[in-house]
């Protein structure tokens, strides 16, 4: 495909359609095939804290446009108000967690790509990956397997 026709402009508040819809607070900006497997890029607003967990195969970037907010990151929780940026090198174990209200929106982005259909095989999953409405690791983790991610399950 020549490069020109892979050009997108979103309007503001726009999103990229999937397989699966999600809800407002995951825009897809940019599809894992809208860049030919090199990344994905959402807008994602926090509404529920991700819990510990590894990618194994893909670098995630972090850019907090609203809100603040905190990220575990190598045993240390580091705060990141608007503007800060963040890489989570694949294969180092990292949590997010809101600490502002309303909840910090950011800027994912995964490299290489993929992100979005995690989170479209999340949202396909249901209230299965939920335990009393939080996000339960050994639930997630079937899920987040496919997609070379791994969620520590604590006793």
């Excluded at 045993?75 to 502002?100: E, I, K, N, Q």
């Excluded at 950011?106 to 249901?126: K, M, N």
Aim: charged content about 25%; overall charge negative; hydrophobic content about 35%.
């Amino acid at each position: 495909m020549p490069e020109e026709d892979r050009f997108i402009l979103l309007e503001p508040g726009a999103a990229r359609p999937g397989r699966v819809p999600l809800p407002s607070a995951f825009a897809v900006k940019a599809t894992t095939a809208d860049t030919e497997g090199r990344l994905s890029l959402l807008e994602v607003t926090l509404a529920k804290d991700i819990p510990r967990h590894t990618h194994h195969r893909a670098d995630e970037c972090i850019y907090v446009l609203e809100g603040v907010l905190d990220i575990e990151f190598d045993d240390r929780t580091h705060s990141a108000p608007r503007g800060t940026f963040a890489l989570l090198p694949r294969g180092v174990p990292h949590a997010l967690r809101r600490a502002s209200d309303p909840p910090p929106r950011v800027l994912q982005i995964s490299t290489p790509g993929g992100w979005e259909r995690y989170v479209e095989d999340l949202f396909a999953a249901g209230p299965t990956v939920l335990t009393a409405g939080d996000l339960d690791p050994a639930k997630i983790n079937p899920v987040a397997a496919r997609h070379h991610i791994t969620y520590e399950t604590r006793p």
